[in-house]
């Protein structure tokens, strides 16, 4: 049996998918609403640990996310319940040593508290996702506009069925124990790259508009509290985070290569649709 939490996002609900095609039983952690198809429903709150002894019993391994307020509180409950390994999203900037971002410091904080857990690891650290382009669907729903932060930064963003992928190699057996896996996707391309592949498969003529550092620090600040607008504009502006490299990683552990960015976007055309 594995736990994933955050099972409904970017990557969990990958995670889900991908083991339940390899016919593995799942046990999805929710603290409400209806949890995915085929997956054993349990109730949990990562942010209030003794909440997880049902959710861990007889749980063979877990898939983790990062940065919840008692991380060490959690990995307690996952040893005591006696899971073999831990498999954690984290990202990049984890390694970075800076404590003044507050991403870096969550992403470090998570992974001390697995390594000191006692509980084997793995430790994925991948690129921006794919996924993330989802942000662009309530603007071209109203025309075929969009207005981009960061618009000069090269990233090899990474497909979360990708990440979904290598973390389920990872949960299933012990061979990637110890393992930090950088994740990429097969190309490094800009905003306007990525936004003219979408515009091919959708048949629109799509039009990029950079945003001003100003603008970009408006719109972002009505979204998430400061130090996480801070932290992107380290990583971004600041150049303290290079995600442009594109990395073999995916291909060494699945063996086969990462997905395109266009193969993404012929899946997800739909999300898109006015």
Request: charged fraction near 20%; avoid cysteine; proline fraction near 8%.
């Amino acid at each position: 049996m594995i736990l994933v939490t955050g099972a409904t996002g970017n990557v969990g609900a990958e995670v889900v998918a991908t083991l339940i095609a390899a016919g593995t039983p799942v046990r999805a952690l929710q603290r409400k609403g209806e949890a995915p198809p085929g997956t054993q429903a349990v109730t949990g709150d990562l942010n209030e640990p003794q909440s997880l002894g049902p959710a861990l019993a007889g749980v063979d391994a877990v898939f983790l996310l990062p940065g919840y307020q008692d991380m060490p509180g959690v990995l307690d409950q996952v040893r005591r319940a006696g899971a073999a390994r831990v498999v954690l999203l984290s990202g990049g900037s984890a390694g970075d040593g800076d404590p003044d971002n507050a991403v870096s410091r969550y992403m470090a904080e998570s992974e001390a508290a697995v390594r000191e857990s006692g509980v084997p690891w793995t430790f994925l650290r991948p690129t921006a996702f794919m996924s993330n382009s989802l942000r662009w669907a309530p603007q071209l729903r109203k025309g075929d506009v969009v207005h981009e932060p960061f618009a000069g930064v090269r990233v090899a963003n990474v497909d979360p069925h990708d990440i979904a992928a290598v973390a389920v190699q990872a949960l299933l057996t012990p061979a990637h124990e110890g393992q930090i896996y950088h994740l990429s996707g097969p190309e490094s391309l800009l905003p306007a790259d990525r936004l003219q592949v979408l515009g091919d498969v959708l048949g629109r003529d799509l039009v990029l508009r950079p945003q001003t550092n100003d603008e970009a620090r408006a719109e972002m600040s009505a979204a998430m509290p400061a130090k996480y607008v801070d932290a992107f504009f380290r990583f971004y502006v600041d150049g303290t985070l290079d995600e442009a490299k594109v990395l073999p990683t995916v291909e060494q552990v699945i063996g086969r290569p990462p997905r395109t960015f266009r193969q993404w976007a012929v899946e997800h055309a739909e999300a898109f649709a006015s």
